[in-house]
Structure formats: structure tokens, C-alpha cells
């Protein structure tokens, strides 16, 4: 069973090398303040999702993905650990409504389960398609409507649940056999990845007329679809013989091509909020750093948005909330700075990873 997808494969792969965890406090010069925010049992985070209230998911654990624990992070409560599904001990947080609502993934005793965890009643198992044995919850909207993939004998599916419906199979694309919910707005809309043999096609799925590929930059042969925003603005990327591109497509399913930084051969877009503000990571000739693209500004490196000062390297860019606050992950040191080459791969000198939140200069 398939229990990392791309965005998150990404994200682990994209870390920057440190050899010690530091708790930093909000630095408060540049275009962005930035906070560390900590890690639980194991040293090192991940964020995947934050809303407009500046709240954060994700998972918490070693360096190398083990011993992971689903958290929620918030300015007056800190990290607060979410637990696991009965008999479970590893989870991790990949969406957050609005509300509170918090939904993701936790194993049990025989197999990964996907969850729904509010407030008032803790960690609940999603549930998984008629006949599967796995699952994981993706994203959810305001509506409550949870999105991910269920898998078993005959392969994985995307679904989306409802508290009054329950789980619901998307279907594929034609000729594909297997497919991947990762995104839902607030209109219902979905979006993610349709599978075959010859590669992955982005979809967009709605109630009115099914599955559609949403295809890919000309001369490309795969594609996958990450977030949507509630105009329905896409964003995710496209992959050919010249490598990997963040893409957007218009609401109107034309797609653009979003570039890379410093003439890299990999870029891929992980969020979008409703102002169009789109961020994700490309590679370098340094190692993966996290950007920020906008209609006015094009692909910007976040790294130089940042005070110069923080010895801090932003590796991936997660999420970004309708305030224009980002979540981030990346690495700290005394002696680490931004146009120093960052290897992900050496294990010698690799340390925790760490989750930071950039909230723009005045906003609180």
C-alpha cells in the first residue's frame, strides 16, 4: 500500500541539511516575519495545511518519516498532538478547514485508515470504499465534504465522504485504473491524480460532469493536480522531456506554465489561496527552495523575503492562507545561509527538519 504521496515525498526530500534543532523566535524585519514552530517526540516537522485563523497541520517525528504524530498548531495553544486511531501509533495531518476540522491519516493494528478530528469529538476513522482495506483523507472544505483515496485488491480510488452519505468512489479517467483525490474546494469541486501504467493525468471532478483531465504543458505526457481554489483555479504540475514545471490552469482549463528558480529543471506547486498566490518548490543549483508565484511578480525564491539574518534556508513552500500567511519547511543553523548549497541527501550532516510560518509584516 502507497502511504507517501508526491506533494508529501517532496517535502521530505526537499529538507535542508542542519545538525541541531533551534527553537527561533518571530523575526519581525523583511516582507515576512517568520516562526519556528517547534517539533514533538522525534525533532522534526512537516506542515501541510494552515487556515485563515493562522492554524497549522501536519506531522511530527524523525527526520526520516518514523515514530510521526498528527498535530495541530495554533498561536495560543502551541503543538498539540492529535493522537491516532485505536491501536494505532503513527499519523499525520494533511488538511484543516475553517472550522477547526482537521482530517488526515492514522495506521490501526491491520492497515492505514483516513480520519476526521474535530474538537468535541477527537480522532474518528473516515472509513474506507466497499471491498478496501486502506485509506487516507487528503482535504476537506468548509462543507464538511472530506476527499483522499481508498485502496485494496483492485488498486486505489479516489473518494469523497460525507457525514450524511458517507464514502463515494470518483471513478477514473478513461482507460485508467486507478486515481487519487488530493484537493476540494469549497463548491465541491475536486482535484488530483488519475493513474495508469503509462504515467499520472490531473483531474478535475465535479458533481455535474464526472472526471475530466485537466492535461498538460504541450509537449508534456503527465501531469498531477494538488489544490483548487474556491474560483476554481487550479495548481499542481506537469512533467515531460524537460523535466518537472509548477503549473496553474485557469478556471477557463488553460494551463500556465509557472517557470523554475535560477534556471532549475524542477518546480512544483503545492497550495494556492483565493487571491491566485501560488506556492510550491523548485530546484536550484544550491538544492530545493521554496517560492512564492503571483500574477504581478512571477516565481520569486521566499528565501529573499525573509530577514537576512535568520540562518534559515526555506526548502518547500506548503500551504499559503487567504492572508497571505505560508507554511514552509527548511533548516536552521549558526552557520547555514541561503546561498550555500544545501544537501538533502547527506545523511552525515542531515538534522531535524524544520516547520516555519511566514506571516506577511503587518498582519498580525
Do not use: C
Not at 527561533?24 to 517547534?38: E, F
Not at 483555479?233 to 490552469?249: I, P
Request: hydrophobic share 40%; aromatic share 6%; net charge neutral.
Amino acid at each position: 500500500m502507497r502511504i507517501w504521496n508526491m506533494r508529501e515525498l517532496v517535502t521530505v526530500l526537499a529538507v535542508a541539511a542542519l545538525t541541531s534543532f533551534l527553537a527561533l523566535p518571530s523575526l519581525a524585519a523583511g516582507p515576512y516575519k517568520v516562526q519556528d514552530l517547534g517539533a514533538l517526540r522525534g525533532g522534526s516537522s512537516v506542515g501541510t495545511a494552515l487556515n485563515s485563523a493562522g492554524q497549522v497541520v501536519g506531522w511530527s517525528g524523525f527526520r526520516d518519516g518514523g515514530a510521526t504524530t498528527a498535530f495541530l498548531w495554533s498561536s495560543t495553544g502551541g503543538l498539540l498532538a492529535l493522537g491516532s486511531l485505536p491501536g494505532g501509533d503513527s499519523s499525520a495531518a494533511l488538511a484543516i478547514n475553517q472550522l477547526g476540522t482537521v482530517v488526515g491519516r492514522s495506521n490501526t493494528p491491520n492497515s492505514m485508515r483516513a480520519f476526521i478530528w474535530t474538537v468535541d469529538a477527537g480522532m474518528q476513522e473516515v472509513g474506507v470504499l466497499r471491498g478496501d482495506s486502506s485509506s487516507a483523507a487528503s482535504d476537506l472544505n468548509d462543507r464538511g465534504e472530506v476527499v483522499g483515496f481508498s485502496t485494496g485488491r483492485h488498486g486505489m480510488h479516489a473518494f469523497l465522504w460525507t457525514k450524511s452519505g458517507g464514502t463515494r468512489a470518483l471513478g477514473n479517467l478513461p482507460g485508467e485504473t486507478g486515481s487519487e483525490a488530493r484537493g476540494v474546494n469549497n463548491s465541491g469541486s475536486v482535484v488530483g491524480v488519475s493513474k495508469s501504467s503509462s504515467g499520472n493525468m490531473a483531474f478535475l471532478w465535479t458533481a455535474r460532469d464526472g472526471m475530466i483531465s485537466l492535461g498538460t504543458l504541450p509537449g508534456d505526457t503527465t501531469s498531477t493536480a494538488a489544490r483548487i481554489s474556491d474560483s476554481g483555479v487550479v495548481v499542481g504540475a506537469s512533467t515531460g522531456a524537460g523535466g518537472t514545471r509548477a503549473v496553474l490552469w485557469t478556471k477557463e482549463r488553460e494551463v500556465q506554465n509557472l517557470g523554475t528558480l535560477h534556471a532549475g529543471d524542477y518546480s512544483a506547486a503545492f497550495g494556492i489561496n483565493n487571491s491566485d498566490q501560488v506556492v510550491g518548490t523548485s530546484n536550484t543549483s544550491l538544492g530545493g527552495r521554496a517560492f512564492l508565484w503571483t500574477r504581478k511578480t512571477g516565481m520569486v525564491d521566499l528565501n529573499a523575503l525573509i530577514p537576512t539574518d535568520s540562518n534559515i534556508v526555506l526548502t518547500s513552500a506548503q500551504a499559503i492562507n487567504d492572508r497571505g500567511q505560508i507554511i514552509a519547511v527548511g533548516g536552521t543553523h549558526h552557520d547555514l545561509t541561503r546561498d550555500r548549497m544545501t544537501d538533502m541527501d547527506d545523511e552525515q550532516h542531515a538534522g531535524p527538519v524544520h516547520l516555519f510560518l511566514l506571516t506577511p509584516s503587518g498582519v498580525n
